[in-house]
C-alpha cells in the first residue's frame, strides 16, 4: 500500500494558529503571568505529539476503543463532582498529581467517537430509535458538564450531534420537529439556569443594561477590538489588553486581543486559518466513502467550527458570553491537547480512510 | 451523505463571512470611535453600592442600619504610569502626578503615611475604573478639605457611602452577627451575585443568615468622561436596590437589661413565648459591640478575638451546659408518667441515698425527712429524684429526655448545638444512670433548650420551635407549629404547683425570684462543674403563672448557686414584662386591645 502523506494546508493552518496563539499570548499574559506563554509551549508540544500519535495509527483502531474512551470521559466528569477543585465558582477542573485537567474537554473526544461508531452504520434517513440513541450518548456528558455548571461546554456537545446527525440523514421533518420541542421546553431551561447564566444572557440581549457585570465584558472587548482599526495598534501596546481592561484576556477573551494589537488584519488572519482547518477537515470528509471515518471528521468538524465561530462573535458581542475558548488559540492545556488530537485523527482519517 | 456535507461546508463559510463582516463593522467602520474610548480611557464606572437592609427589633426600633459616611478612594487609571515609555497614550495626559506624588500629597489630610496609602491601594484595587478605597472613613471636615484641594489630588476622590451601623451598640449582638469582607472561600460564589471584594457582607448572625434578603442588588453607572474628568455620555446605568428590612421578634430594650443584670459575670439567658416559641430575648455575656468590624478598631478587636471568655460565642445557642437540679421538672413528669409516683406518696430522704455500693448525698446532709413531690420540687431534694431516677432506669430516662428535645438541635434558624445526651450505646454504670436524674454526669444543655423545655412546662406540654424572624420585607413569616409531648395536663399542673412553692415559699430554693408585683414560677438549679466550688447555677420559669406569657432560661457560667443571681435575672424579666404587657404583644395586638 501506498503511504498516503499527511494533509499539509490542514497542519500548515492548525500550526500557524498555536504560532498565533502564542505570540499573541505573549502580549497579553505580559502584564499578567508571562509564565503563561512557557506553558502554553509546552501544550502545544504535547498536543502535536499526541497529534502525531493519533495519526500514525488508522482511525478504526481508535474507533474500536471508542467505548473505552467513553467511559473513562464520563468516569471523569462523575469525578469532577465528588473530588472537583472550586475554580471561578464553578467545578471544572480536577487536580491530578499537580496538572489541572478539565474532563469537559475529554469529552468531546468521547463524544466525537461513540457518535461516529454508533451512527456509522446506519442508512438514511435516521430511525426516532437511533435520534433518541445518540441524543443520550451526547446528552449524558452535556448534563454532567451542565451541572458544573459550564454551559458553553455542554452547547458544545449539543452542537456536535446535531452536526453528526444531520450528515448521517436526519430527515428534515424530523429535525423541524426537534426545533418545535426545543422551543417548548425552553423556558423550563431558563429555570435550570444559575441566576449568574441568565445575567449573562441578559446582559447579551442588552449589554448596557448590566454595565457593571456581564455587560461590561462585552463593552471592553468590543471598544478592545473596535480601537484595533485595520493596522492594530502594535505587539505589547494595546491600551485595553495591558491596562487590565479585559479579563480573562489569556483565555476566552485572547481574540479581542489580537482585535486590538494586530487589527483587522491579524483578526482576519485567525479567521482564514480556522476557514482553512474547517475547509481541509470538510475536504477529508468528502473524500472519505466509509461512513464512519466520515461522521467522525464531520463530529469533529462541527466541534471546532462550532467552538470557533462562538468564541469570535462572544467577544464581539454577538452571541452571549458563554465561557467557550477558540480552538488552538486559547490558553488551557487540556483545550490545546485537545484540539491537537483532533488534528491527528482527521490526518489519520486522510491516511488511512477508504476513497471514493 | 456528500450533499449534506456540502450544505455544513456553506453553513459554516457563511458564519465566518458574518464574522469577519462584523470585525470590519467594528474596526474599520467604528475604529475610530472606538479608538478614542481606548486611547483616552474615557470610560468610568460610577459604583453605587445598595442600601443594606436594616435589621429591628419586635417594635420596630433599630438593630441594625445603614449611615452614610465619607470615604477616600484613588482611580487607578487616574495616574500617570510609572512605566510610561510603554503606552504612549497615557503618558501625554496633561495634569495627572504620579501615584507615589498623589499619596503624598493626600497624606497629611487624613493622616496616614504615603506607604501604608500605597499598600492599601495595592491590597484593594480590583478593576481599573473603579476607585480603590484607601481610607475608609474621614470626618465631614476633612472629607470637605480633600474636596476642596481636589486640583492638587488628581485621582483622589472622596465618596459618601453607606456604611453598617449598630445603634444599640451590644445589645443582641449574639444574634444579629456582624458584617466584613468576605471570606476568601465564599467570595468567588458571591462575586457571581455582584459582590466586590470591599463589599461588607454578613460574617455571622442574622446578618450572614439572611445575608442574601438584606443585600439588596448594587447599582452603577458607566460613564464616558472628557479630559476634566465631565460626564459626556451615560454609557449604561443600573439602579441600586435597597436590601429588605429583617425584624426580629426580640425585644431589644429586655436584651439590655438582662445583660445589664449580669454585670461581669459571664452566661446567657433566653426568653421564649410559651405559646408560640418567639424569642423575646437572647443574651449572652460577656457581648461585642457589633460596630468593632465595622470600625475596623485593631486594637478593640485584638481584644475580643483573643478575649479567653470568648465574647463572640453565643452561649445561649452554642454554649452546653449541665443541668443540674433543673432537669428534675423532667424526671418528675416521666415518673409520674410512668406511675412510679404518685403526688401524694412521700418518699424519705435521709441525707443520702445507697445505689449498689454508691453512697449518693442531698444537699442537705441532715435528711429532707419524708418528701412528697412539690416539697421534693421546692427543696429541690437530690434524695427524692435519686430514688425516682433509680426507679426509673437508664432506658426510660433517656427516651424520657429525648422527648423532651434533650440532644437534638432545636431547629434554630443560626444554628445551635444539640446538647448531650449518653448514646444507647453507651453502657452506664448504675450510679451514673441515676445521676442523670438529678442533671449531673453526661448530659449537657443550652440555654436555649432549657427555655423550649420550660415553655413545654408552660404551655401544657408543646415543644415549640424557636423562631426570631418574624418579617422580611413585606412578608411575614409564620412559626411552625410545636410538637406534642404527649402527657397529659395533669403532670404539668404537678410541676407548676411545685414550681409555684420553689418562687414562692419562703424555704423554696428560688426564693429570690418571688416578687409582689407578678406571680412567678421556676426551678433554680445549681450544676456542679469540673472547677470545684464554682458551679454553673440555673434559674428556669415563666410567668404570670396562670397564663404564662414568657418563659426562660437563665444560667451564669461559674456563678455558684442558681437561686441568686440567676433567680434575680428571672425576677427582673418577668417584672419587666409585667410592667410592659405590650412588650410581649405584637404591635398590632397591643393596638387592638
Known sequence: MRKIPWDMPLLLAAGALSCISLIALASAAATLNPSLVWRQAVWVGVGMGVAWLMASVPYPKWLDLAPVWYAGAVGLLVIVFIAGTMKLGATRWLTIVGFSLQPSECAKLAVAFLLARSLGHRSAPLSWRDLAGSALVAGLPAVLIFLQPDLGSSSILLAMWLGVVWVAGIAPKQLLLLGIAAAAVTPIGWHALKEFQRLRLLAF???????????????????????????GRGWLSGTQSQLNFLPERHADFLFSVIGEEWGWWGAVLVVACIGCVIWRALAIALRNSESQGRLLAAALVSWLGYQAVINIAMVMGMV????????????????????????????????????? | MPSRLIWFRRVLVAALACLVFRLAGLQLWEGARYRALAERNRVRVVPEPAPRGRIVDRHGRLLAATRPIFRVAAIPQEFSS??????????????????????ARLSPFVGVPPAELEQRFRAQRTLPFVPATIVPEVTKLQALQIAEAHLELPGIVVEPVPVRDYPLGSAAAHLIGYVGQPTEEAFPVLKQYGVRPTDAVGRSGIEK?????????????????????????????REAEAGQTVALTVDAQLCSLIARRFGDQPGAAVVVQPSTGEVLALVSVPDFDP?????????????????????????????????????????AAIALQQHLVTPATPLPCLGYVQIGDRRFHCWNRDGHGPVTLREALTVSCNSYFLEVGHRLGLERLRAGFQRAGLGRRTGWVLGDQPGHLPPPSRRLTEGEATLLAI??????????????????????????????????????????????????????????EGMVAVVNAPHGTGAHAHSDQVRIAGKTGTAQTHVPGRPNGWFVGFCPVDHPVVALAVVAEHGGSGGELPSLIGKAVCEYVAAHPEAVSSPEEAGAS
Open chain 2, 291 to 331: 460596630g468593632l468590624f465595622v470600625r475596623q478598631d485593631r486594637r478593640e478587636l485584638q481584644r475580643v478575638l483573643t478575649d479567653p471568655q470568648s465574647p463572640l460565642l453565643d452561649r445561649a445557642t452554642m454554649g452546653q451546659y449541665t443541668p443540674g437540679s433543673i432537669i428534675k421538672l423532667l424526671t
Open chain 1, 320 to 356: 452571549p458570553v458563554v465561557g467557550i475558548p477558540l480552538p488552538f488559540v486559547s490558553y488551557g492545556g487540556s483545550a490545546m491537547v485537545m484540539t491537537w488530537t483532533a488534528v491527528g485523527l482527521l490526518q489519520s482519517i486522510h491516511r488511512f480512510g477508504t476513497r471514493f
Open chain 2, 82 to 103: 510609572e512605566t510610561r515609555w510603554r503606552w504612549r497614550e497615557s503618558a501625554q495626559r496633561a495634569g495627572t502626578v504620579s501615584r507615589a506624588e498623589a499619596f
Open chain 1, 205 to 231: 440581549i442588552n449589554p448596557h443594561a448590566d454595565p457593571l457585570g456581564a455587560g461590561y465584558t462585552i463593552i471592553q472587548s468590543q471598544i478592545a477590538i473596535g480601537s484595533g482599526g485595520f493596522w
Open chain 2, 439 to 496: 442533671g449531673q454526669g453526661e448530659i449537657l444543655l443550652t440555654p436555649l433548650q432549657a427555655a423550649v423545655m420550660v415553655g413545654a412546662v408552660a404551655n401544657g406540654g408543646w415543644l415549640m420551635r424557636p423562631w426570631v424572624v418574624k418579617q422580611i420585607g413585606e412578608r411575614a413569616i409564620e412559626p411552625s407549629a410545636g410538637v406534642s409531648l404527649g402527657w397529659p395536663r395533669e403532670t404539668f399542673d404537678r410541676l407548676r
Open chain 2, 209 to 237: 443568615e439572611f445575608e442574601a434578603y438584606l443585600r439588596g442588588r448594587s447599582g452603577g453607572s458607566v460613564i464616558e468622561v472628557d479630559h476634566r474628568a465631565r460626564q459626556v455620555r451615560l454609557l449604561g446605568r
